[in-house]
């Protein structure tokens, strides 16, 4: 294939004249060159100008993000320093037990701590609340007196929690 395709084109060149071959050289160097400007040169040229023109609004719109970052982390840390006590702290823990579908049997506010009884309740359950109060409401468990029941996993339970920042 390759020979054919090599004597076909030797044969082709072989009946041209010299000003014939200078012409098709010439012509084949320009389009070459057109082909090249217009698929090559052309495309990445007018792509470099649109990117020179919108580096300022990228520039602005990633100032414009890293600011709003900032203030994002600042008003994070300043979300976290501001825990419930008292009241808020009894009303937020008794949201929270419904919502993981735990029921108090009382819950009542002593001191700084809210005290938290609970009968026939599953500690895998009340653990994982637990550690969800933590981090949500950063409280801590002050005391806990637990009693297992004959049913496993089932206990009956009273929990003194307080703020973390309460020593």
């Known amino acids: 294939m390759k020979a054919e395709l090599a004597q076909s084109w030797a044969g082709f060149w072989d009946q041209r004249t010299e000003r014939e071959k200078t012409l098709l050289t010439w012509g084949g160097g320009v389009l070459a060159v057109v082909i090249a400007w217009s698929v090559l040169w052309a495309p990445a040229q007018d792509g470099r100008a649109r990117l020179h023109e919108s580096l300022p609004t990228l520039q602005r719109q990633l ?3 890293t600011a709003q970052s900032n203030e994002a982390r600042q008003l994070s840390a300043a979300a976290q320093g501001v825990a419930p006590t008292g009241a808020a702290l009894k009303d937020a823990l008794t949201a929270s037990l419904s919502d993981h579908g735990l029921a108090a049997t009382q819950v009542q506010v002593i ?20 550690d969800d109060a933590r981090k949500q409401f950063k409280v801590q468990v002050a005391e806990a007196h637990v009693t297992a029941l004959k049913e496993d996993g089932q206990v009956d339970l009273t929990a003194s929690l307080q703020p973390s920042t309460a020593k």
């Open 63 to 65: 100032a414009q993000m």
């Open 111 to 130: 001191g700084n701590a809210v005290q938290i009884q609970m009968k026939n309740v599953s500690f895998p359950l009340w653990t994982s609340w637990v």
